[in-house]
């Protein structure tokens, strides 16, 4: 009898222990999200023309807001759409109360323009403002219209704002193209005509257009083209010219020295301006 009163005592207080237990996880967990790990600190790393604070506004994470709930993606577009110069960025916490974000900066590289004003783009064709100078070095994009919509608008759709490419393949030509330019470095890009996927072609020194024809084996025409203008007896050193490497079978070169092309003729005679 004795030890049966002894077994049931030592339940009793194993099942009031385990209430207890289960009732701690319920307070600390009503806690976690009510009173603990809330954000409290931020810290912003990475180099952009914006200042913390305009970085952390734009992220949408408030003072006090609980950390275990913080939706990071949420706030990484926000970020994005928000604040274009800003290339891409990171959203982390650090409990029990600190947030951290990183952010790299966009980096100018074209530009399209109406005449009065002009549309900063960086090399995926992303706009990143609107001025009425460009800065030096920038490439004019032709064959490419404004964004239908302006970054305020799509800032408040949660979208970043693009150049008006015809299709998407065509941006994505213009990025790989920016990508093997670099690579090639075969001289100062002034100016990129992206009207098509189907015909790409760019301007060395406002001088020497080169026709790439389609983005097919891009990669491989720019090796040729590269190979052609360190060959001192093929790209003349003056005057205009035009290099035809859309079928590397076939390459061609229309050369006039004495200057009597025009850059209307080398850009196009849609392009010109």
Not at 90 to 96: A, C, G, H, T, Y
Not at 153 to 168: P, V
Not at 232 to 241: K, R
Request: charged fraction near 25%.
């Amino acid at each position: 009898m004795c030890k049966r009163r002894t077994s049931v005592r030592r339940g009793n207080a194993a099942a009031i222990y385990l209430l207890i237990g289960v009732l701690l996880v319920l307070v600390f967990a009503v806690l976690s999200v009510t009173v603990f790990f809330r954000a409290d600190n931020f810290t912003v790393t990475g180099e952009t023309p914006y200042t913390p604070e305009q970085v952390i506004a734009a992220s949408g994470i408030t003072a006090g807001e609980n950390l275990l709930r913080l939706d990071k993606e949420a706030a990484e577009r926000r970020i994005l759409a928000g604040l274009p110069y800003v290339e891409s960025a990171k959203v982390e916490i650090s409990l029990p109360s600190t947030v951290n974000i990183t952010v790299t900066q966009a980096e100018e590289y074209a530009y399209i323009s109406d005449g009065q004003s002009c549309w900063i783009l960086n090399s995926d064709g992303r706009v990143l403002g609107k001025s009425e100078t460009v800065s030096p070095g920038l490439i004019r994009l032709f064959g490419v219209s404004a964004p239908e919509a302006s970054l305020e608008e799509n800032a408040e759709l949660g979208l970043r704002t693009y150049a008006g490419f015809d299709d998407e393949r065509t941006r994505e030509a213009f990025h790989d193209l920016s990508v093997y330019l670099a690579e090639a470095n075969i001289g100062d890009v002034t100016h990129i005509d992206a009207g098509s996927y189907l015909n790409i072609s760019f301007v060395i020194d406002s001088r020497v257009r080169v026709e790439m024809g389609t983005v097919v084996d891009m990669e491989y025409k720019m090796k040729f083209v590269k190979k052609l203008f360190l060959s001192e007896d093929y790209i003349p050193s003056t005057g205009y010219a035009i290099l035809d490497v859309s079928n590397t079978d076939r390459v061609s070169l229309l050369t006039n020295v004495a200057g009597d092309i025009s850059i209307e003729d080398i850009l196009g005679e849609n392009n010109a301006g």
